[in-house]
């Protein structure tokens, strides 16, 4: 299980859900229709739901949680099919930083988030409680130009996300990346 040596810093986790070949492909037609927008997408290896936002964790925290998503039930729910229903500002509609699709709630998609939600713990993040869980998938981000919603109707397709994944959010000149720590295919230190 490669991951972070002793000497790295704090390192930015979560927890998140990949898209399907078939919904990336929904997903980035979404994005298309943003255009001409003065928007950064977000690159199509970097697209996910997000269950569980972790915070910073040190290398023996990144440890303890592979071997703890090893261990979790959450992935017998995927494949998982949600649809998606309108277009959200966050963080706020009055001072937006990124465009989202947001994807409709669910009770496996509770039952996910449910699951990790003790994991906090061990990223040493809190307690397990959280009540601001918003099922979305990040499209672009805004930059310094004002915007204030979408200008295009929205579709509402289905997406399929076929697998969790405890990943490192990595800042580089040309913007975050973000790459698997641990996924439930068993595949580790990819990009996406």
């Known amino acids: 299980m490669p991951g972070p040596s002793a000497e790295s810093g704090p390192l930015r986790l979560f927890f998140a859900l990949v898209p399907d070949r078939r919904s ?14 003065e928007l950064r997408q977000v690159r199509p ?8 936002f972790l915070g910073s964790c040190t290398a023996v925290a990144v440890q303890a949680l592979c ?8 992935p017998a ?4 099919e949600l649809e998606a229903r309108d277009w959200l500002l966050l963080p706020s509609a009055a001072r937006p930083r990124v465009v989202a699709l947001r994807v409709a709630d669910d009770r496996r998609l509770r039952a996910m988030h449910a699951e990790l939600l003790p994991l906090l713990a061990v990223a040493g993040g809190g307690d397990g409680s959280d009540d601001a869980f918003l099922p979305h998938v990040t499209l672009a981000r805004i930059g310094r130009a004002a915007f204030h919603e979408p200008p295009v109707a929205l579709p509402r397709p289905r997406l399929r996300f076929s697998r969790l994944g405890l990943f490192v959010s990595e800042r580089s000149d040309a913007g975050s990346h973000y790459r698997a720590l641990w996924t439930s295919s068993g595949q580790a230190s990819g990009q996406t």
């Open 45 to 52: 290896e970097s697209l996910h739901l997000t269950l569980l």
């Open 67 to 74: 071997r703890a998503a090893a261990g979790l039930s959450t």
């Open 24 to 37: 990336l492909v929904l997903l980035r037609r979404l994005q298309r229709r943003l255009l001409p927008i």
């Open 77 to 80: 729910l995927l494949p998982l």
